[in-house]
């Protein structure tokens, strides 16, 4: 066996964390023969529940499961850790202002990217799942100087699946026969799924679907609303889903994107196709050996154009707005 790797998860006993955790310890990061060490952090008055999670990691016998440990101190929590995957953030409650929600959430990812920075080991990678995802990465990111921006991601992985499934089931299509599928920009309702380079089973995916109406009128808002359907239909938000994303999203960015394929990643522009400079941006990436990489070269049409921009523009408002509040 290859010697442990240190993951942190934030908002441990919340709903993505229960599925999460499981997952993190039954080796589907990185295999059976990697060992894990989990370090979880949480709010102090939601340590009690997670002390129950770990009573229940515990009684799994995981192989793969090396140590656990818990605590309320990031500065404690994310020390020595290869992964840090931030989940925990303040949800939007009944009456709260989106500056509201700006600046409870910049608390968070202020505190917790210093304490990065501070502690975290020097190959740390740090993927934020917590809402408003991508402008808290940059939050973080802002907060973190010491390391390398191109270690900062915010998940837009479960925005992919979503597309890569509808896209199977309208062409009768398996997901595995899917490739090249992006997601540009936030992980918002803005967000652009895109499948004008993508292929199935070899053809290109638009060609394949052949009715530009489906594309823009029911598969991008199904895509992009997808979030506020499981709401509707299961009265909480999606949580199963968004831990196996958030693994997927790691497990990619740790050990490569497959020749011929490419995922969606939320990392900081380098002002490839005109999306502005140190946004986190999503972008169709390439990786290898923990690093990733930014396709270049795709022919974009006014269509795709027009959605790129307005996505760009959110994160330019929310990127304005935390600025305003000194939080980066
Ligand atoms: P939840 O409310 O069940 O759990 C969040 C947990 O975070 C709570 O246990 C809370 O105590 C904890 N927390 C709050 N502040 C913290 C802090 N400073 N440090 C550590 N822990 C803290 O929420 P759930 O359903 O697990 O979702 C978590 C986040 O993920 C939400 O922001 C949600 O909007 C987001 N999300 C993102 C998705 C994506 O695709 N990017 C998809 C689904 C959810």
Known sequence: STSPVKVA????????????????????LLGPDTPVQLRLLEITPALKALEGVVMELDDCAFPTLDSVEIGDDPNHIFDGVNLALLVGARPRTKGMERGDLLSANGAIFTGQGKALND??????RIGVTGNPANTNALIAMSNAPDIPRERFSALTRLDHNRAMSQLATKTGSKVTDIKKLTIWGNHSATQY???????IGGQNAAEVVGD???IA??????????GAAIIEARGASSAASAASATIDAARTWLTGTPEGDWASMAVCSDGSYDIPEGLIYSFPVTTSNGEWQIVQGLEIDEFS???????AQELIEERDAVKELGLI
């Open 193 to 199: 799924p895109d499948i004008f380079h993508a292929e």
């Open 305 to 311: 154009r027009g959605k790129m921009d307005a996505t």
């Open 217 to 226: 009128d029911t598969f991008i808002p199904t895509v992009a609303q997808r």
């Open 119 to 124: 502690h975290a080991a020097d190959d740390v």
């Open 9 to 28: 998860v934030t908002g441990a006993a919340g709903q993505i964390g229960y599925s999460l955790l499981f997952r993190l310890a039954s080796g589907a």
């Open 212 to 214: 530009q109406g489906w």
